[in-house]
Each structure stands twice: as structure tokens, then as C-alpha cells.
């Protein structure tokens, strides 16, 4: 054997080595040595590595980790415990805050699943007509909720507290993917955790936080929508990133909605159960059967993604705008699933889209109709602000008893109200004297424009193009004739000492009184 030394071609070995230090046998390996060292790893790839060990390795291995880091080791335990979250989640499809749902392992029917989930609303709370089917088929959406171009916000309302509301709340939070309960948010909370997950958000007590927060309804009101998203400057320089808004949202409370989110909502109202009605009472801590069904469900929807995303279904006469863009949807998975799903989606709609829940179009609009009853009810041609004002208030399930701040509706947010139709009050004759009011020709315009005809089935629908395709087309409301009011016979009319002036219906001879 031979005992020459092997031959090392120093020059590429060492390179940027002293000259010098080429003379010393020692001092050549150790050159050697570091040029072939593997590059050390970054400090994050240190703690993704101890991360993944054993916490009885890591265990012993911190202190001499926290020294190669040059950290204490109370932070290296923090930083290793919080990658060992972000590993977790990520695993469960999660964000380490809300939980993704794995779907059943085997082939479901959707009608099996969606009686289930059904079922399963009916037992723990105590709803109106229609609302068990509209929140199973609500349910369903969340879980391809990319596949429509809107998502409906579910609004669970009740006019005290003690009706179900949280209940109900939670029993939909056991059927729908990432569930993340809250009692109050913010709007950066809100658009942070939709752009990193896009989770079902289900709020509960709006009416406590929501109302005077404008920028966070401003938030919810773009998330009803695809590609709604949030601007905001990040970093020293201010550079501006877009953070995706869209997301599946329950907003539960007393009391309606602002116009804008109850606009954009299905909305379910619950009263107060008498004894025995509650079938079973939820117990969070045994829902593993409410656990499964969300799983049928949710491979339901996978295995029949693309027969959802591609329907087109039929909506029902009068659902036009925001109204179609809420129950476009709803309709599309119960025409996917087929047998009496689409019978019962029409059903759950002409229920819960009541013809007396007139805030579903936006205050104005309540406001044009309940005039429009004020004026035909009484036949009046004209009649004073204030006795406008008076009558409004007496409608005591409308929100002019308690408009202005828990007070009643005021001469001039009625003439704010009311501006933008380009109706204005002016001077009229009333006992003598020339208070401000209107006249019902005031209206006729805006009655035609925004009002459908007395005794239509659809009785609020907005005015924009209606929705019968992807392009949509504009079907014209009634004119003056259709808006329930005829111009009076004759302009000169007087009027009693009640601030209005009617006209008889049958000689259409105008009479005080």
C-alpha cells in the first residue's frame, strides 16, 4: 500500500486562502474542511426542523439550539410552538383558528343529506315555514361557495332576546366548512381571516356592534359578492395590497338589519318558543352526528361541484336583483339534487320573502310603500308633513315609531328620505293655512318607478335591470295608473282641519275632514 498523501489541487480547494498558510499540513486540511461544509441552515429553517421533533428531543436539544440561534430559550420555545401550530393547521386545511371539514369518505344522496340536515334544524330550534329548508340549502352553498357569483348573508333575527338566535347559530355552524363563531370583529380581523381562509363567518349580537360601524358594513356588504375585496397600505412604504372580502356570513341579532346587509341577506325571524316546542336541546359537547352529516354534505357538494357551478335555475316570478342574486343559489342546488328540492325551494321563498317584510328593498323603498297605503287607504290627495309624520308612526311594526335613535320619524328625515326620488315639500292648503306637505301627485313617478302594481305577488322588487340571464334585460314597472294613484280630478281642493284631503270614491267629489 502506498503512504504517499493524496493529491490535493490546492489552488481550486482553497481558493482565497493565504499563500502562506499552504506551507502548513494543518492548516491545509482545515482549509479543506470549511470549503467542503455543507451552507448553514437560516434561522426559520432551524425552527421548522426543531419544530418536528419530539418534545422529548426537543426537549433536549433547546438549550444548544438557543445558543447556535443566539436566542434566549424562552423564545425559541415560543417561535417553535408557534410553527408547530402553523404545521397542525395546515395539515387539518385549517389556519389554526377555524377547522376545515373532510369529506365523507364514501358516495351520498343529496336528498338523504339534505332531510338530515333539515332534521337536524328542526330539532334544536323552533323556525318559521320554509326557514329549515332555505338554511340546509344555505348550508350546501358554503361548501362551493366560489361556484356562485353571490353569497346571501343568513340573517337570524328575533324581535327580544330568549328566541334562538345563538341556537340556531350553532346548528349551522355544525354543518358548513372553516365555522368561525364571533360576538364582535373588526373590519381588519374580518377581511385578514377571509383572505388567509375564507371561513363561514357566524356573528352573533350585531345589534350591539354593527349598526354605527359603517366601515365594517361596508365590508360585509362587499363580501356578498365575488371579487369583493378590501385596499389597504401595508409596510414603511405604504404599498397598497388587495385583500379578498368573499366569504359565507351568518349575522344573528335583534331588530332588522341596515338597509344595505339586510338587502343582501335571507333573512329568517324567529319568535320566542312556548314550552315543549324544542324538540331536543343542543349539547356542544355531543355532536358527532351533526359532524357526519356535514361530511355527507360536504361530499355531496364536491362529488356534484360542477353540475352546481353550471346550473342555471329557474327563479320564481318577481325575484328580481339582489332578491335573484340571494335565491340563485339556494334554487341551483335544489334543482341539482332534484326530486321535491326545487318545489321546496320555491315554497321556502314565498314564505320567507314576505310581502309585509318591506325592508328587504331598503328603507326608502318601506317608506314609498307605506305612503303609497297611507294615500289609497284614505284616498288623499294631499296631505301636511306632520300629519304624514303621524301616520307613519303608527305603523307599529315599521321603524319609523323608532327611526330617529329610538325616536319618532321627524318632518325633515322625511323630506331627507324621500329627496333623492326628487319629492320635495312645498306649500299646501290645509285649514286656512299653508304648512308644508305633499301632494299624491308628488308620488305618482316614484310609485310606478319602484312600486309594482297593487295586489302584484311580488309586492317591493327594485328597479334596476332584472336578472333573467347573465346579461339581464329591463322590464318596466307600471305608469301612473299602475302606481295605485290617479291625479286628482281637480287641482283646486280643500282640505279640513286634519292636515289631508280626500276624494270620494264613488262621485269623486273632494270632501273635507
Known amino acids: ?90 395539515k387539518a386545511g385549517g389556519d389554526g383558528i377555524t377547522t376545515a371539514v373532510e369529506p365523507w369518505p364514501d358516495s351520498v ?13 328542526n330539532r334544536y330550534t323552533v323556525l318559521p315555514d320554509g326557514a329549515a329548508d332555505a338554511m340546509a340549502l344555505w348550508a350546501a352553498h358554503t361548501h362551493c361557495i366560489n361556484a356562485f357569483m353571490h353569497s346571501p348573508r343568513l340573517n337570524i333575527k328575533s324581535p327580544e332576546k330568549g328566541c334562538g338566535k345563538t341556537t340556531a347559530r350553532d346548528v349551522v355552524a355544525l354543518h358548513v366548512p372553516r365555522p368561525l363563531p364571533t360576538e364582535n370583529m373588526s373590519t381588519a380581523v374580518l377581511f385578514r381571516i377571509i383572505e388567509k381562509s375564507q371561513p363561514t363567518v357566524l356573528a352573533d349580537e350585531y345589534d350591539t356592534w354593527l349598526r354605527d360601524n359603517e366601515e365594517l358594513r361596508g365590508m360585509l356588504n362587499a363580501g356578498h359578492k365575488r371579487g369583493g375585496q378590501a385596499l389597504r397600505c401595508e409596510g414603511d412604504s405604504h404599498e397598497v395590497r388587495a385583500f379578498k372580502v368573499y366569504a359565507p356570513v351568518v349575522l344573528c341579532g335583534i331588530g332588522t338589519l341596515p338597509g344595505t346587509l339586510h338587502d343582501r341577506s335571507i333573512v329568517v325571524s324567529l319568535v320566542r318558543a312556548r314550552p315543549g316546542e324544542v324538540q331536543q336541546r343542543l349539547d356542544s359537547r ?13 361530499r355531496w357538494v364536491k362529488d356534484n361541484y360542477s353540475a352546481i357551478e353550471a346550473r342555471e335555475p329557474a327563479l320564481p316570478t318577481g325575484a328580481y336583483n339582489r332578491v335573484a342574486d340571494n335565491w340563485r ?42 305612503i303609497r297605503d297611507i294615500l289609497t287607504s284614505g284616498l288623499l290627495t294631499r296631505i301636511s308633513s306632520a300629519d304624514l ?41 290645509v285649514d286656512g293655512k299653508s304648512p308644508k306637505g305633499y301632494h299624491a301627485e308628488d308620488f305618482a313617478d316614484a310609485f310606478s318607478r319602484y312600486l309594482p302594481v297593487p295586489g302584484d305577488s311580488n309586492r317591493y322588487p327594485a328597479t334596476e335591470a332584472v336578472n333573467t340571464g347573465e346579461n339581464g334585460t329591463l322590464h318596466p314597472l307600471p305608469g301612473l ?10 287641482p283646486n281642493v280643500y282640505a279640513g282641519g286634519s292636515g289631508v284631503a280626500v276624494q270620494n270614491p264613488v262621485e269623486h267629489v273632494e270632501e273635507a275632514v
Open 1 to 90: 500500500m502506498s503512504n504517499k498523501p493524496p493529491v490535493i489541487d490546492v489552488e481550486s480547494t482553497v481558493t482565497g486562502t493565504d499563500l502562506n498558510d499552504l506551507k502548513d499540513p494543518v492548516k491545509i486540511k482545515a482549509a479543506i474542511e470549511n470549503a467542503t461544509e455543507p451552507p448553514s441552515e437560516t434561522s426559520e429553517e432551524a425552527i421548522a426542523r426543531l419544530a418536528q421533533l419530539h418534545p422529548v428531543e426537543y426537549d433536549r436539544r433547546r438549550e444548544d439550539e438557543a445558543d447556535k440561534l443566539e436566542i434566549r430559550v424562552a423564545t425559541l420555545d415560543s417561535l417553535v410552538l408557534k410553527k408547530r401550530d402553523e404545521f397542525a393547521a395546515a
Open 109 to 121: 344522496n343529496g336528498d338523504e343529506v339534505l332531510n338530515q340536515v333539515v332534521a337536524n334544524f
Open 286 to 298: 355531543r355532536t358527532a352526528a351533526e359532524q357526519e352529516t356535514c361530511r355527507k354534505l360536504a
Open 329 to 370: 343559489p339556494l334554487f341551483a342546488i335544489a334543482e341539482v339534487v332534484g326530486g321535491a328540492w326545487p318545489a321546496r325551494a320555491s315554497a321556502a321563498y314565498t314564505k320567507l320573502t314576505s310581502h309585509d317584510d318591506t325592508n328587504t328593498q331598503g328603507i326608502r323603498i318601506t317608506l314609498l310603500a307605506d
Open 389 to 429: 309624520c303621524k301616520r307613519l308612526v303608527e305603523l307599529e311594526e315599521q321603524p319609523w315609531p323608532e327611526y330617529g335613535k329610538g325616536k319618532p320619524i321627524s318632518q325633515n328625515q322625511l323630506s331627507r328620505l324621500l329627496r333623492p326620488f326628487d319629492i320635495q315639500p312645498r306649500n299646501i292648503k
Open 481 to 490: 295608473n299602475g302606481s295605485g294613484l290617479e291625479k286628482p280630478k281637480s
